[in-house]
Nanobody, 125 residues
């Protein structure tokens, strides 16, 4: 099945770190990838995004300075390093990928072609 596959979620205490991975090896012609997240009862929101061939990145203000998005071209794997985690960072994290032209809006989920099933992140205070 053609879709990204996330891993690396878990439970940490506030101030801790996690690294999420997204295996994109089943997909082709991907130009942009992103991490979205959804807390219980909330709508899905963008956290970090990257244009793969340019290395251009974009972060939501809520994670700027704490999260780092990166991509290993050889492994076709997207990462999200999350440091200094806060309880409000908890939720299901989704990896998304855009096939084709770069697109115009970083966190418009309609601009992403493929979605993973998500990985749970729990942060205790």
């Amino acid at each position: 099945q053609v879709r990204p596959v996330e891993s690396g979620g878990g439970s940490v205490q506030a101030g801790g770190s996690l690294r999420l991975s997204c295996d994109g090896s089943t997909m082709t012609y991907i130009t942009r990838m992103a991490w979205f997240r959804q807390a219980l009862g909330n709508k899905r929101e963008g956290a970090a995004a990257m244009v793969l061939d340019r290395g251009e990145t974009y972060y939501d203000d809520s994670v700027q300075g704490r999260f780092t998005i990166s991509y290993d071209k050889a492994k076709k794997t997207l990462y999200l390093q999350m440091n200094d985690l806060k309880p409000e960072d908890a939720g299901v994290y989704y990896c998304a990928a855009r096939r084709g032209p770069y697109g115009t809006t970083w966190f418009d989920d309609q601009q992403y072609s493929y979605w993973g099933q998500g990985t749970q992140v729990t942060v205790s205070s």
